[in-house]
């Protein structure tokens, strides 16, 4: 398969409704209205149960019981509202995809989202843009999953959806890999150029004519989340470590590792993907 016949696929790509859509594009504007926020949330009965579940979740020990779209997105913050419209639009799309631990996806997909916006953070970047492309970076390997699921098999079984090399083995096979497919379904979303060309540039974001900061961010943040699911040691962190690229972002190894971005009720934002 070519990569337009990828995204072409029925079914492959979930369409996206006008709610989430005007809401992306809210929580990416430098200054985002959270009386918005919730006008848009309660559009959608799916998107409000979910605030609203969270915000009255035993982790936020709210004293009194929040009952509207505007008080929850108030209670919890862009970064969370944000991790459930995500949920709402791809996590009810991709119950089931073969060849994939879909609550392994997530979790490390809500991992580099929040190791992207650490690293933007450090280099004063757009952090709201960095964790939506953290959490999306490789919804392209779902979509393949989705449409080739026969020529991925004996990929997955010498090549693990999350290892290392899993870019280089697709590349070798297909010619694309999971950043371009990535890529093509931002861009049929119609979200931010910045976003779009940050997934498509991911595995080499310094390569060419490619200067992409964003893509470099995203680079080392699926890196370091890759290392955790795999458990390298120091060794193994030291020996893999994307040094150019962290060189072109002055970003060494310590600056990396030193910085652990802060955790909030983890199992919670994944049930939003996976319930």
Known sequence: MQLEDVLSYPRALPPMSRTVSDLLAEMNRDDPSPKKIGGLVARDPALTTRVLRLANSAFFRVSRKIGSADEAVALLGLTHVRSLVMAAALGASFKKVPGVDLKQFWRYSLRVADISRSLASMLNQHEGNAYTTGLIH??????????????????????????MDRAKAEMAAFGFCYAQVGAGMAEKWQFPSDIVSALANQITPFEGDNYDTLGGVLHLASWRARAEEIQLDNNGLAATFPDMVGLSLGLDLESVLGKDPSEWSFNQALSAFTD
């Not at 490789?138 to 290892?163: E, N, Q, S, T, W």
Request: net charge negative.
């Open 138 to 163: 490789a919804i392209g390997d779902l979509i393949m999953h989705i449409a080739m699921p026969a020529k991925l098999a004996p990929i997955d079984l010498r090549v693990p959806p999350l290892d």
